[in-house]
């Protein structure tokens, strides 16, 4: 699976749009990009996940830029309950040895401020 | 639809002795993995089951590791021979679903600290 880099933290003022930054240059063309997130003291929680499409649910935005070779993830209105490590992910859908393994980084902490 | 449980939360244990957590998964989830995850650090992959079957396991894993999942359902992770090295938050998910589409749900862990 392609390496992903992301800036180690970042903050946002509550009730503004969150903006994380991901980079994956060597991403290949059946590969997904998958975000997780970390709350203190629990395990981490899907949030949301694209191949080539901009994405959204009731949790976040993602924004694939055309090239694939990077991805935004977007909480449109932060709460300190957002406060959170988050985990940008690449993950192949081919079955094989490594299939099923997610790859974890260190993530970007997000801390929202009042 | 309860999550994933996890059991202990917290283990303490003294360098040498084994111990054993247990996961719950979420019912009907054919599959279950195990993390690892130390302080400052992203989860680790350590094995998964598909149904009763481990499927793949980590080249990093220690042979005193070993994993069960009986009948499908819930699953045991053993440390043998603990060591301080081995203390981490042990985590848990399980998944239903084409690989395309797959979400993970985790545990909450099991905090292991090896004196």
């Known amino acids: 699976d392609a390496k992903t880099t992301q800036p180690p933290s970042m903050d946002c003022a509550e009730g503004r749009a969150a903006n994380l930054p991901c980079n994956h240059s060597?991403?290949?063309?059946?590969?997904?990009v998958y975000w997780y997130r970390q709350i203190h003291s629990q395990g981490p929680q899907y949030i949301i996940h694209?191949?080539?499409n901009n994405e959204t649910n009731e949790m976040a935005s993602l924004i694939i830029t055309e090239d694939r070779k990077s991805s935004t993830l977007i909480l449109p209105h932060a709460t300190l309950r957002d406060t959170a490590v988050y985990y940008c992910?690449?993950?192949?859908?081919?079955?094989?040895?490594?299939?099923?393994?997610?790859?974890f980084g260190k993530g970007t902490k997000l801390s929202v401020i009042p | 639809d309860t999550g994933v449980s996890q059991n202990p939360r917290h283990k303490i244990t003294k360098r040498g002795q084994n111990v054993t957590f247990r996961c719950d998964p979420i019912s009907e989830h054919n599959r279950l993995y195990w993390y690892r995850q130390t302080l400052g650090q992203g989860p680790e992959f350590l094995t998964y089951f598909q149904n009763e079957a481990q499927l793949e396991k980590s080249r990093l894993l220690s042979d005193r590791f070993s994993a069960e999942r009986p009948k499908g359902s819930f699953s045991t992770l053993e440390i043998q021979r603990t060591e301080q090295g081995d203390s981490a938050m042990y985590l848990c998910?399980?998944?239903?679903?084409?690989?395309?589409?797959?979400?993970?749900?985790f545990g909450s862990g099991t905090q292991l600290s090896v004196l």
């Open positions: 998910a399980s998944s239903l679903g084409g690989i395309s589409n797959e979400k993970l749900f």
């Open positions: 992910i690449v993950r192949g859908a081919y079955s094989g040895a490594g299939s099923y393994q997610l790859t």
């Open positions: 060597t991403i290949s063309g059946n590969e997904y």
């Open positions: 694209g191949l080539k």
